[in-house]
C-alpha cells in the first residue's frame, strides 16, 4: 500500500530557528514530490523535486529529495511567525498522477 | 489567489438536502479534482477528471456525485448526507493529469461542509 510519511506531526520553535521537516514515502511508480503550506484554508504550492541531490531554495526555504532512501526535508531557516502553518508532503505516482499526501507537519513558530 | 476558486465558501446542510459545490479554474488547465480535508487526517482524493472524462474515482459512497462539464468548472453534488462527510472540500487542477504537464496542483481556497 502507497504511503507518505511526515514528521515530527508537530513542531513548537521561536522565531530565529531553523526546522527541518521530513516525508518519507513508500509509493509504487514514484514520479515527483511536492511540498505545500497550509495556513487557513488551500495548501499554496511551494517546491516539485523529481530528481535526487538537486536543492531547490526559495528565500529561507529549501528542499532535497533522496531517491534512494525514499525520503525529502524541508529546511525553514531564520523561522518567522508568518511561517507557522501545516506543511505537506505529498507524492505522484506514476502515470495516473494521484497525489498520496502525507499527514502534515504543524509548525508554529512564536515571537 | 490561485486562480481557482470555489462557491460556497460554507454550507451547513441537514442529512435529507440536497446541494452542490462549485469549482471554477481560470488557468486554462486540463484537469480537476476534489479532494476531502477532515481533521486530522491526511488530505483525501476523491475525484480526478482529466479533459473532463472522470479518470479516477477513489471508492467514493454514491452520496458524492461529480460533475464537469467543461475543463473550466467542476462541481460535486451532495445528497442525503452523514455527519461524518463534515469537512474541507478542496477543489484543484493541474495542467494534466500525467505525461507531459507538470504535476503541480493549484487549489482553491475549500468548501467548509457541515452536515447536521
Redesign the interface.
Known amino acids: 500500500e502507497d504511503k507518505?510519511v511526515q514528521s515530527p506531526l508537530s513542531l513548537v520553535v521561536h522565531e530565529g530557528d531553523t526546522v527541518t521537516l521530513n516525508c518519507s514515502y513508500e509509493v509504487t511508480n514514484f514520479?515527483?514530490l511536492?511540498w505545500?503550506k497550509q495556513e487557513k484554508?488551500?495548501?499554496?504550492?511551494l517546491f516539485?523535486l523529481t530528481s535526487s541531490g538537486i536543492e531547490k531554495k526559495s528565500g529561507r526555504l529549501s528542499s532535497i529529495l533522496d531517491k534512494k532512501e525514499l525520503f525529502s526535508i524541508l529546511n525553514i531557516t531564520a523561522t518567522q511567525t508568518g511561517d507557522s502553518a501545516v506543511y505537506?508532503c505529498?507524492v505522484?505516482r506514476?502515470?495516473?498522477?494521484?497525489?498520496?499526501?502525507?499527514?502534515?507537519t504543524t509548525l508554529q513558530v512564536k515571537p | 489567489e490561485?486562480g481557482?476558486t470555489q462557491t460556497p465558501r460554507h454550507l451547513v446542510m441537514g442529512m435529507t438536502n440536497k446541494k452542490s459545490l462549485k469549482c471554477e479554474q481560470h488557468l486554462g488547465h486540463n484537469?480537476m479534482?476534489w479532494y476531502k480535508q477532515s481533521a486530522?487526517?491526511?488530505?483525501e482524493?476523491m475525484f480526478?477528471y482529466?479533459l473532463e472524462e472522470r479518470?479516477?474515482n477513489n471508492s467514493v459512497p454514491s452520496r458524492f456525485s461529480p460533475e464537469c462539464p467543461n475543463s473550466s468548472h467542476l462541481f460535486l453534488h451532495l445528497h442525503t448526507l452523514q455527519p461524518e462527510d463534515s469537512a474541507?472540500y478542496?477543489c484543484a487542477s493541474?495542467q494534466?493529469?500525467?505525461?507531459g504537464g507538470?504535476?503541480?496542483?493549484?487549489?482553491?481556497?475549500?468548501t467548509r461542509l457541515t452536515v447536521l
Open positions: 507518505v514520479r515527483s511536492l505545500y484554508k488551500a495548501p499554496t504550492f516539485m505537506l505529498a505522484v506514476g502515470n495516473t498522477g494521484k497525489l498520496i499526501f502525507g499527514q502534515g | 490561485t481557482v484537469a479534482y486530522k487526517k491526511p488530505l482524493l480526478v482529466s479518470v479516477e474541507l478542496l493541474s494534466d493529469r500525467a505525461g507538470t504535476d503541480t496542483q493549484y487549489f482553491g481556497p475549500g
